[in-house]
T-cell receptor, first 117, second 111 residues
Framework: AQTVTQSQPEMSVQEAETVTLSCTYD???????LFWYKQPPSRQMILVIR??????QNATENRFSVNFQKAAKSFSLKISDSQLGDTAMYFC??????????????FGKGTHLIIQP | DAGVIQSPRHEVTEMGQEVTLRCKPI?????LFWYRQTMMRGLELLIY????????DSGMPEDRFSAKMPNASFSTLKIQPSEPRDSAVYFC?????????FGSGTRLTVV
């Protein structure tokens, strides 16, 4: 069974700072996908960034980037120039692919990120 | 595109009552997932369907929980009878491949 571990229950940084959220996972699969989701107080689950395991290049979406270390099974999220609107729960998630369609996501416990003004 | 639509947004019910949660996935998405979120256990996958067929229901906590997907545009999650420990936010999500889109969730409170 796959597991996802987020070791930082809560983090707090000042606005405009850079912050890195940690995620490690455990799997015996070679082809898989990793995600970071943001959940603000509205409870909506919002996709932040996605990484395919077969791609060596780290994914980037504007101020959000990942450091994907496949051998170490590590998938950290870096948020640059943090903004007040980045305050939310952040979840790391993992999935594989079966032939008939998408498989379910396995989530970490989440990191509560607080951006201070 | 209206996204994944869940109803109701909030549900308060008495212990022992039947509860039905509803989900309309994004048109064209062939996979549908039901998740439960609690403070203690985080986000748990309950069941998922590919092409309307249940693939894995190992996350369904008890026989009191059941899920159906009678067609590509509708799914239900039913709890009968409900118990206070079922109180949680229930999310539905759909996927056509690499992307997963979540609904706004149903907050269920069983008193």
């Amino acid at each position: 069974a796959q597991t996802v571990t987020q070791s930082q229950p809560e983090m707090s940084v000042q606005e405009a700072e850079t912050v890195t959220l940690s995620c490690t996972y455990d799997t015996s699969e070679s082809n898989y996908y990793l995600f970071w989701y943001k959940q603000p107080p509205s409870r909506q689950m919002i996709l932040v960034i996605r990484q395919e395991a077969y791609k060596q290049q780290n994914a980037t979406e504007n101020r959000f980037s990942v450091n994907f270390q496949k051998a170490a099974k590590s998938f950290s999220l870096k948020i640059s120039d943090s903004q007040l609107g980045d305050t939310a729960m952040y979840f790391c998630a993992f999935t594989t692919r079966s032939g008939g369609g998408a498989d379910g996501l396995t989530f970490g416990k989440g990191t509560h990120l607080i951006i201070q003004p | 595109d209206a996204g994944v639509i869940q109803s109701p947004r909030h549900e308060v019910t008495e212990m022992g009552q039947e509860v039905t949660l509803r989900c309309k996935p994004i048109s064209g998405h062939n996979s549908l997932f039901w998740y439960r979120q609690t403070m203690m256990r985080g986000l748990e996958l309950l069941i998922y369907f590919n092409n309307n067929v249940p693939i894995d229901d190992s996350g369904m906590p008890e026989d009191r929980f059941s899920a159906k997907m009678p067609n590509a545009s509708f799914s239900t999650l039913k709890i009968q009878p409900s118990e206070p420990r079922d109180s949680a936010v229930y999310f539905c999500a759909s996927s056509s491949g690499l992307g997963y889109t979540f609904g706004s969730g149903t907050r269920l409170t069983v008193v």
